[in-house]
């Protein structure tokens, strides 16, 4: 087991994740593998698409945090997952590199000129599966050459999403793969 937290912040994740049917949360293998993927690559600009009550978020942010450099935007709908996930990243103390947005994607992307700038090394779908296309579609612009799109839920709900890998396998604007992790997920490299 990945240890990054202090025993403390540990008996934290580790309750965030009794929730995880609840709030929807990623496996703790995929926010480990999101974690190292950050660090690794150096990603300082990271979109996240569904907060839920902030299980990724923190993982993805600490990964910020410890490359001493980064900020992360993230997306949600639901006001008291909101709300929620605000309070957990006040005790993670990682509410300083992180930017809650209040809204359903993709239409706040048309209001929210911090996300209009764009330049995004890492974009993570996790919310309405349906409409990863169009998430994807406005976003596009916004992620840098070389960024990379990671979908979760990709077998975990394969007959929502058989269009979007369909779509995501035969565009040229992408080299991408599936990894069979957790719910399955998507890893696309912006050509």
Not at 17 to 39: D, G, S
Not at 114 to 142: H, M, S, V, W
Request: glycine content about 6%.
């Amino acid at each position: 087991m990945m240890n990054i937290f202090s025993r403390e912040l540990e008996d934290k994740i580790l309750s965030l994740e009794k929730t995880n049917k609840h709030y929807w949360n990623i496996p703790r293998e995929v926010a480990q593998m999101l974690y190292l993927f950050i660090r690794l690559s150096g990603c300082q600009r990271v979109l996240e698409i569904g907060t839920s009550n902030g299980y990724s978020t923190i993982w993805m942010a600490q990964a910020l945090k410890d490359n001493k450099i980064g900020y992360l935007w993230t997306v949600e709908s639901n006001i008291t997952r909101f709300k929620l996930a605000e309070k957990n990243f006040l005790t993670f103390d990682l509410n300083q590199i992180i930017t809650q947005v209040f809204g359903h994607a993709p239409e706040i992307f048309d209001i929210n000129s911090n996300i209009r700038e764009g330049n995004f090394d890492l974009l993570f779908l996790d919310a309405t599966k349906k409409q990863y296309q169009d998430i994807l579609n406005q976003c596009y612009p916004f992620i840098k050459k070389g960024g990379l799109v990671i979908a979760d839920n990709i077998q975990s709900h394969q007959f929502a999403l058989e269009n979007f890998v369909i779509n995501m396998q035969s565009d040229e604007r992408f080299d991408s793969d599936i990894l069979k992790i957790g719910d399955g997920l998507l890893i696309a490299v912006k050509n």
